[in-house]
């Protein structure tokens, strides 16, 4: 039996929630996560229209992109079309998850790599890295357990530095202590004083980690008190921010390659600034709304941003340096419904999955 915790433990391993942004509601919206899973829709928005949709199919959990609740609700009448959804779901028992931001930014399985893929952009890497999601790890631990305790914590996610696994650093020295009271230790005698060759070991982990990598430290230690701490690093972390820089295979004519986003993504109209090369290779993107990582994209030397949502001053702000390309905001994301879809299937096979047959853009053009 598949319950939904399963399925959001899945994604949340690949999205962890510490990594979507403050305003943003991931998570679990409604439903009891001890529930077991009958079936499953994957959309981008979840509407009435896919509630009924998960209804018709014999679905009791969707899985969107977008929350269907940014804000608190005060009251929830039917009023607007938000309430009106939560309660058509909660009446027939479907339980709702999002996993917005948090999937925007992770580089491997994330949403700017689909588009990426889609795109045949090669040599990708993180448009804006986010700082401060690191943290390094010191413990002293006995020579002859350095080894133990280093397989557990890096078991555990920590010393993972790029495509580099297992990372640390030691040192040894000379530790001291005296054990006192009701002390059961590992090595000496109640009140006096000992000395014990150690090995200072360090490595770096994701914040989210710490409890769990403390976990492991612990467990595997020797020691009954273990001594450690923890520091928040300034480091970007290169796997982890908003949208994605990387190139062409081969230069391709500007005008040509407009026409390719359009067939590769699926879209029926760009909204673009001028053509300020004849040619395009080196390519940002940013799934949704991502005016704001225009001057990383013109400072990391992109031919062409590709992105949604620009305001009309907005687009003044290429500057002749830049080509914006804005996609639109679900025509962006619409493959992230594919995404998940690959990502509960390959996982799960218990149970069916869907994709959604409702068009939810709001937006339609003439």
């Known amino acids: 039996m ?17 990594y979507q942004e403050s305003y943003d509601n991931s998570g679990l919206v409604v439903g009891d ?21 998960a209804i018709e199919k014999k679905c009791n959990l969707i899985i969107a992109h977008h929350p269907i609740i940014f804000g608190g609700l005060r009251k929830i ?21 999002a996993i917005h931001t948090n999937l ?4 491997e399985n994330g949403v700017n790599q689909k588009i990426s893929e889609k795109l045949g952009l090669q040599n990708c890497r993180i448009l804006l890295p986010k700082t401060q999601t690191l943290v390094k790890l010191t413990s002293f631990v006995p020579n002859n357990a350095r080894d133990k305790v280093l397989n557990a914590v890096c078991s555990a996610g920590a010393g993972q530095i790029g495509n580099y696994k297992n990372c640390s650093f030691y040192t040894t020295g000379t530790g001291s202590f005296t054990p006192t009271g009701n002390a059961n230790p590992f090595l000496g005698e109640i009140n006096k004083p000992e000395q014990v060759e150690e090995s200072r070991i360090e490595v770096i982990l994701p914040e989210y980690l710490s409890q769990a990598v403390l976990n492991a430290l612990k467990e595997a230690h020797p020691y009954e008190e273990v001594a450690y701490y923890l520091q928040k690093l300034e480091n970007t972390d290169t796997n982890i921010g908003s949208g994605i820089i990387g190139t062409l295979e081969h230069p391709v004519a500007s005008d040509f390659f407009l026409e390719q986003i359009k067939e590769k993504l699926g879209v029926t ?3 673009y600034t001028k053509l300020v090369k004849s040619s395009f290779c080196k390519v940002a993107v940013c799934g949704g709304s991502g005016s704001f990582l225009l001057k990383h994209a013109i400072a990391q030397g ?11 001053h907005d687009f003044f702000d290429a500057n002749n340096k830049i080509t914006i390309a804005d996609v ?16 509960i299937n390959k996982k799960f096979s218990n149970f069916a999955v869907h994709l959604t047959q409702v068009i939810t853009n709001p937006v339609k053009y003439l």
């Open 33 to 53: 996560p001890a529930t077991a899973v009958s079936g499953v829709i994957i959309c981008l928005d979840s509407t009435e229209e896919v509630v009924q949709e």
């Open 104 to 107: 925007d930014n992770v580089l």
């Open 302 to 312: 992109a031919d062409i941003f590709i992105s949604a949502d620009f305001k009309y």
């Open 2 to 18: 598949t319950t939904i915790r399963d399925i959001i433990g899945h994604l949340e391993s690949i999205a962890p929630p510490y």
């Open 328 to 343: 639109g905001h679900f025509e962006s994301e619409q493959h992230t419904i594919q995404l998940l879809f690959d990502i």
């Open 77 to 97: 009448n039917g009023k607007d079309y938000v309430e009106k959804t939560i309660i058509k779901a909660i009446k027939h028992d479907i339980a709702i998850y």
């Open 269 to 271: 109209c760009i909204r």
